[in-house]
């Protein structure tokens, strides 16, 4: 884990190794102005020598100014340090997040991964500019104040070093059982970004179906839970400091009694108590610094481990070594296929798919809620991995493929239509980043999305909100289909994309498709049966098996499923149009 995250350091590498540097310095500048001042009173003071106090005040001002030089310099290199590791980690936990497949993405949930992107790296951020400052300067500190108290007594020093000792078993004994408590935080704290997620993304169906006090009361739960594990693990935190407090009190009390009784017997000077005193609130302050050290790698040990998970998860799909990367033409074929989204999976979710498609073919796939529709079709373009058999795309396993290429030849409009905020024409050139205005238009006359946006203020320059806010689920579509369009790829798949739309223009759409890339291999999943009944064939399944594969004027004569979603819908409309007429 250390190692992943060290790896991460980089280009600040020499801030990093500066910033210690920074912070001994400053130390050792401290821990002279002690010594200074105990002569100070032995020499100036008592032998009545005012040279000797300017001379030594200067150098202890001169010291003092280092030691700030040196501060100064450790803050800046610290947080240079620390910020850019920060920025590292999320850079190559996205970097990391983008090579996911689906099965990858299952593995975590959205809501986790904004935890781990910003929560956690944040928390880590912090514990490492602590590393570089304060647990460098506190042990140096201490060390150093322990040697120098040893050097002037070591009967008085050894007061210190039993406190030490003592304190920091107490110490590791605190921070081993605060720990269980900042893992399950980091948790809660999943479940608590999942909570916002899903309400500021749903907040429309959340005031459609009045459920705000529904999702009130869900937040103040996740945000109740966080709170009592807090107040446990801070609880146990903070007996901390009267500890530290009642140890630097009885420190001082024996020093005060065995010192003063040292001067009577002249074993020890005035000045050299002072020093001995100022030293003990060194080691002792530095123990407290350590103390909050402690918390802080405590707390940041559970975020290291959750950002590390996401560094070091391997891409479940990767290109294989002399990837092909050209696809000759959109065939496709289905040999034997099983497939489950875990390994450890019971039941398949399909079963014994053997399926052959002509490239330039239409294909429809209908079937119920659950069918494994879009399972199916998220095979061809490797979003998922098949669990036993292959799946052939141009005459070659899909496996074979440098993903790229064959995902830029095999487009997917996916069920749920995302678009991204910034203009449509932006929008549009996901698709194509290459595409012209004129590109763009011809894809848009194919999606039947021009006839909207022309009417818009800004035209194709309209923004568009995050998510696609400000256009209807229709014309969301209509421009998830323009943008796949534009791939021009081998094969275009539709996962339900057109439920959005009319009838009228869910005809139109397809009338386009059909003269526009009539070469184009087209996969329609609908719930309509108007929207396959035009198509070569139709492919129906049920319970993740295909039951049937034929033109749709056999299957309504051969397949029982399609002939009765046929006739479900076709009454329906019938009598819909009788309503309208009486």
């Given at each position: 884990?250390?190692?992943?995250?060290?790896s991460?350091v980089?280009?600040?590498?020499?801030?990093?190794?500066?910033?210690?540097?920074?912070?001994?310095?400053e130390v050792?500048?401290?821990?002279?102005?002690?010594?200074?001042?105990?002569?100070?009173?032995?020499?100036?003071?008592?032998g009545?020598d005012?040279?000797?106090i300017?001379?030594?005040?200067a150098i202890m001002l001169?010291?003092?100014?280092?030691?700030?030089?040196?501060g100064?310099?450790g803050g800046?290199?610290g947080?240079?340090?620390?910020?850019?590791?920060a920025k590292?980690?999320?850079?190559?936990?996205?970097?990391?997040?983008?090579?996911?497949s689906?099965a990858?993405?299952?593995?975590?949930?959205?809501?986790?991964?904004?935890?781990?992107?910003t929560?956690d790296?944040?928390n880590?951020?912090?514990?490492?500019?602590?590393?570089?400052?304060?647990?460098?300067?506190?042990?140096?500190?201490m060390?150093?104040?322990m040697v120098?108290?040893f050097?002037?007594?070591?009967?008085?020093?050894?007061?210190y070093?039993?406190?030490v000792i003592?304190?920091?078993?107490?110490l590791?004994?605190?921070?081993?059982?605060?720990?269980?408590?900042f893992k399950?935080?980091?948790e809660k704290?999943?479940?608590?970004?999942?909570?916002v997620?899903e309400?500021v993304s749903?907040i429309?169906v959340?005031k459609?179906?009045?459920?705000e006090?529904?999702?009130?009361?869900?937040?103040?739960k996740a945000a109740?839970n966080?709170y009592l594990?807090?107040v446990?693990?801070?609880l146990?935190?903070a007996?901390?400091?009267p500890l530290?407090?009642?140890t630097?009190y009885?420190?001082?009390?024996?020093?005060s009694?065995?010192?003063a009784?040292?001067i009577v017997?002249?074993?020890?000077?005035t000045?050299?108590?002072?020093?001995?005193l100022?030293?003990?609130?060194?080691?002792?302050m530095?123990?407290?610094f350590?103390?909050?050290i402690?918390?802080?790698?405590?707390?940041?040990?559970?975020?290291?481990?959750r950002?590390?998970e996401?560094?070091?998860?391997v891409?479940?799909?990767?290109?294989?070594?002399n990837a092909i990367?050209?696809?000759?033409?959109?065939?496709?074929?289905f040999e034997?296929?099983?497939?489950?989204?875990?390994?450890?999976?019971?039941?398949?979710v399909?079963s014994?798919?053997n399926?052959?498609?002509n490239?330039?073919?239409?294909?429809g796939?209908?079937?119920?809620t659950?069918s494994?529709?879009s399972s199916?079709?998220?095979l061809?373009?490797r979003?998922?991995?098949v669990?036993?058999g292959?799946?052939?795309?141009?005459?070659?396993n899909v496996?074979?493929y440098?993903?790229?290429s064959l995902?830029?030849?095999?487009?997917?409009v996916?069920?749920?239509?995302?678009l991204?905020?910034?203009?449509?024409i932006e929008?549009?050139?996901w698709?194509n980043?290459n595409?012209?205005?004129?590109?763009?238009?011809?894809?848009?006359?194919i999606a039947?999305?021009t006839e909207?946006i022309?009417?818009m203020?800004?035209?194709?320059?309209t923004?568009i909100?995050?998510?696609?806010?400000?256009?209807s689920?229709?014309?969301?579509?209509?421009?998830c289909?323009?943008?796949?369009?534009?791939?021009?790829?081998?094969i275009?798949?539709?996962?339900d994309?057109?439920?959005?739309?009319?009838?009228?223009?869910?005809a139109k759409?397809?009338?386009?498709?059909a003269?526009?890339?009539?070469?184009?291999t087209?996969?329609i999943?609908a719930?309509?049966?108007?929207?396959?009944?035009?198509?070569?064939?139709?492919?129906?399944?049920d319970?993740?098996?295909?039951?049937?594969?034929?033109t749709?004027?056999?299957?309504?004569?051969?397949?029982s499923?399609?002939r009765?979603?046929?006739?479900?819908?076709?009454?329906?409309s019938?009598?819909?149009?009788?309503d309208?007429?009486?």
């Amino acid at each position: 884990m250390i190692k992943t995250l060290l790896s991460q350091v980089k280009e600040y590498k020499l801030p990093s190794f500066l910033t210690p540097a920074f912070m001994i310095g400053e130390v050792i500048c401290e821990m002279i102005i002690p010594i200074l001042m105990g002569r100070i009173v032995d020499l100036g003071i008592q032998g009545n020598d005012m040279n000797y106090i300017l001379r030594t005040g200067a150098i202890m001002l001169i010291v003092a100014i280092i030691g700030l030089f040196f501060g100064v310099l450790g803050g800046f290199t610290g947080s240079k340090a620390s910020a850019g590791f920060a920025k590292n980690l999320r850079k190559e936990m996205f970097k990391n997040i983008q090579t996911f497949s689906f099965a990858n993405i299952d593995n975590f949930s959205s809501s986790s991964l904004v935890t781990r992107l910003t929560t956690d790296v944040t928390n880590i951020q912090m514990a490492y500019m602590m590393i570089l400052r304060m647990a460098m300067r506190a042990p140096a500190s201490m060390i150093i104040a322990m040697v120098m108290s040893f050097l002037i007594s070591p009967k008085l020093a050894s007061i210190y070093l039993v406190a030490v000792i003592l304190i920091g078993l107490v110490l590791s004994f605190i921070m081993v059982r605060t720990t269980a408590y900042f893992k399950k935080v980091f948790e809660k704290y999943d479940l608590l970004n999942e909570s916002v997620q899903e309400n500021v993304s749903a907040i429309r169906v959340v005031k459609a179906y009045v459920r705000e006090d529904t999702e009130i009361s869900k937040f103040k739960k996740a945000a109740f839970n966080i709170y009592l594990l807090f107040v446990k693990a801070e609880l146990k935190i903070a007996k901390i400091v009267p500890l530290m407090m009642t140890t630097v009190y009885v420190c001082i009390l024996l020093i005060s009694w065995f010192g003063a009784n040292m001067i009577v017997s002249q074993s020890l000077t005035t000045g050299e108590l002072m020093s001995l005193l100022t030293y003990c609130m060194n080691i002792l302050m530095s123990l407290m610094f350590l103390s909050i050290i402690f918390v802080m790698l405590t707390m940041s040990e559970a975020s290291a481990k959750r950002i590390v998970e996401v560094i070091t998860e391997v891409p479940t799909i990767t290109n294989p070594s002399n990837a092909i990367s050209k696809i000759d033409d959109g065939s496709i074929e289905f040999e034997n296929v099983d497939f489950a989204y875990s390994k450890d999976a019971k039941e398949m979710v399909l079963s014994n798919i053997n399926l052959k498609i002509n490239s330039g073919e239409t294909i429809g796939i209908i079937g119920g809620t659950g069918s494994a529709k879009s399972s199916l079709v998220n095979l061809i373009s490797r979003l998922y991995d098949v669990s036993q058999g292959q799946v052939k795309v141009g005459g070659h396993n899909v496996k074979d493929y440098d993903i790229k290429s064959l995902r830029d030849q095999v487009s997917v409009v996916l069920q749920k239509n995302v678009l991204f905020s910034g203009s449509i024409i932006e929008n549009l050139r996901w698709g194509n980043k290459n595409a012209s205005l004129e590109d763009c238009k011809k894809a848009c006359d194919i999606a039947c999305a021009t006839e909207f946006i022309e009417k818009m203020p800004d035209g194709f320059d309209t923004h568009i909100e995050q998510g696609g806010s400000n256009v209807s689920g229709g014309q969301k579509q209509r421009l998830c289909i323009a943008r796949a369009i534009l791939k021009k790829p081998k094969i275009l798949i539709f996962d339900d994309s057109t439920s959005a739309v009319d009838t009228s223009t869910d005809a139109k759409i397809r009338n386009a498709l059909a003269s526009e890339i009539p070469s184009t291999t087209k996969i329609i999943i609908a719930q309509r049966i108007s929207s396959v009944e035009h198509c070569d064939k139709v492919i129906v399944m049920d319970d993740g098996k295909v039951v049937g594969f034929d033109t749709p004027s056999n299957l309504l004569i051969t397949n029982s499923i399609y002939r009765e979603v046929y006739e479900s819908q076709n009454s329906s409309s019938s009598e819909a149009d009788f309503d309208e007429i009486n």
